[in-house]
């Protein structure tokens, strides 16, 4: 018998004139695809196809790696348990696609998992890993039966770009069942204040959940977002009954070949609204808002001493410093910090550190990683985690997981968060985390609107959004 682990990929590569945001959501609607990883990056989307070998970390640190073998390491050695198995890989030139919930933090700060047992990391080598760019496709693959099937597939979507169209769209009014939501979270919010003022910790990121009434359809309304939103990574993702896609406003863990790293984070927020003259004005607040400035420089500071953990001495530096990012419907203050790892040290270790994103949790981060669990009701799951991919080569590129849409089964619903601190007031943080689900509110498509709207391709005379 045959196993997965014998199986080395094929690589062929074809032309292509197609939209890479079409052909990347019609392959993943393909026969043949059961399980996916959608990845946008650097101006490659990059696609990984049904699990050909999978490590996963449930949520007490058992490890079974990519040849079933079943891993216990102590907590705070699982991801250099990780390490030591993606070097063991037997593939050529592998890449890894994955998922992070955000409660795999909780080992590197020995904090207690309150769920029952599920899986809370997933890396897989997939049997069809595919790279589109502007004008080339590359395949990996196992199977090369699928080739046909691509083919077919960029000649239908060749001449069409994504187009926008009008959806009924729902309001934060149409989600927000009763008062007694706003008035939930800003009473934690107003306790987290108090912790704060109390010196148990300086800033946490409280976030708020929205069961939407009807059922997501996930492709065309990750199309019709992304047409309408200016992430840092985009991604999409069906994994077993879990599915999602986002805009993710920033990377956790950027690390080239060369073991050179960056972070990313963003702290500070205001609407992003379509009359320039008041976003203008909405950015020149921003930036001069005490609490948004202490907010993030609070973050950057933290970055800087965490990089510091596995770099270089002396490589770390803050290269930007509080810049003004565009988001789709929302501008934040932005800086990135980078570094040279130091030897010996893998991109594994500093996802080790930086993971969850300060943006996402808090500072110090232990001590709000245990206020989140204390005052939101339910685990977070892939809310604030990471989706990432990584080569053998040292390449790793690990995104936020925000401004996203999650779907089991049948519910859809969205998350979104703001940050406190000692001069937060629970009105504002309430607006920013409604200002932060318009990113996708505003252009979801609902499974009962198919017969209603217009196509999302048009010819390719039209203009595209992206």
Known sequence: MVKPFDNQ?????????????????????????????????????????NKLACLTVDNQGTIVDFFGNTLKPEHGLICDAIYHATQALPWDRWRLFGRVDFEFSHFAHKIPQKDDLHTLLELFIAQHDIRITANRLVIRTTNDSILPIIRETIDKTKNSVPTNTTTAKLTQDDIIKNDNIR????????????????????????SRVATLPRSIDMC??????????????????????????????????????????STQPLAGTRLLPSDPVEAERLKYELTTDPKEIAEHATSVKLAVEELEQVCNEKTVCVTEFMEVYQRGSVQHLASRVVGQL??????????????????ASGIPK?????????????????YSGSILIADHDGFFDAALVLRAAYKHQSKSRLQAGAGVISLS?????WQET?????CVLDH???????????????????????
């Open 220 to 261: 065309r309304s990750f199309i019709l977002g992304r047409l309408n939103n200016t992430p840092a990574r985009s991604f999409m993702l069906k994994l077993g009954e879990h599915e999602a896609f986002g805009f993710s406003p920033e990377t956790v863990l950027e690390v080239d070949k060369q073991g050179y790293l």
């Open 183 to 206: 008035h939930n979270y800003q009473k934690i919010v107003e306790s987290a204040v108090n912790d704060i003022r109390d010196n148990n910790y300086k800033k946490v990121i409280l």
């Open 9 to 49: 990929h094929k690589t062929i590569t074809l032309e292509h004139q197609c939209d890479p945001l079409l052909l990347a959501t019609t392959l993943i609607n393909a026969d043949f695809c059961h399980n996916y990883v959608v990845y946008e990056h650097h101006n490659e989307w990059a696609i990984g196809i």
């Open 425 to 429: 007031s629970p009105t504002r943080e």
């Open 366 to 382: 232990r001590e709000a990683i245990e206020a989140i669990s204390r005052f939101e009701h339910t685990t977070r799951g892939l």
């Open 342 to 359: 130091k030897h010996g040290k893998s991109a594994w270790n500093a996802f080790k550190i930086l993971f969850p994103a300060i943006t």
């Open 434 to 438: 409604c200002e932060k689900m318009s």
């Open 444 to 466: 979801l498509i609902f499974e009962d609107q198919l017969t209603t709207i217009d196509s999302l391709t048009s010819p390719q005379t039209q203009e595209t959004l992206v």
